[in-house]
């Protein structure tokens, strides 16, 4: 059975940087998308940002040039770089994969943005 298992997230000031990680277990397949999803309060759940075993990437434009995605296809693991972190990005981050056409889901870490 595929598990997601997140990692990484905490408090953090305004202007900090945070980086989450997300590796998926039980597949001998690699993931062909990877990606990152949040929910902030009283909000429903955005892409963050994915990236695909190619190495193609897709970003919200509320996180272009502050967040970077990458990933590591033999530990089929994603990674998401945060920086120049705003209240604004308070959520709980979600971790995804596809993996032969199925959606695979982590159970979330909360990332929150204060001083």
């Known amino acids: 059975q595929v598990q997601l298992e997140e990692s990484g997230g905490g408090v953090v000031q305004p202007g900090g940087s945070l980086r989450l990680s997300c590796a998926a277990s039980?597949?001998?397949?690699?993931?062909?998308?990877m990606g990152w999803y949040r929910r902030a309060p009283g909000q429903q759940r955005e892409l963050v940002a994915t990236?695909?075993?190619?190495?193609?990437?897709n970003y919200a434009d509320s996180v272009k040039g502050r967040f970077t995605i990458s990933r590591d296809n033999g530990e089929n693991t994603v990674y998401l770089q945060m920086n120049s972190l705003k209240p604004e990005d308070t959520a709980v981050y979600y971790c995804?994969?596809?993996?032969?056409?199925?959606?695979?889901w982590g159970k979330g870490t909360l990332v929150t943005v204060s001083s």
């Open positions: 039980g597949s001998r397949f690699i993931a062909y998308l």
């Open positions: 990236v695909t075993d190619g190495g193609g990437t």
């Open positions: 995804h994969a596809k993996i032969l056409g199925t959606d695979y």
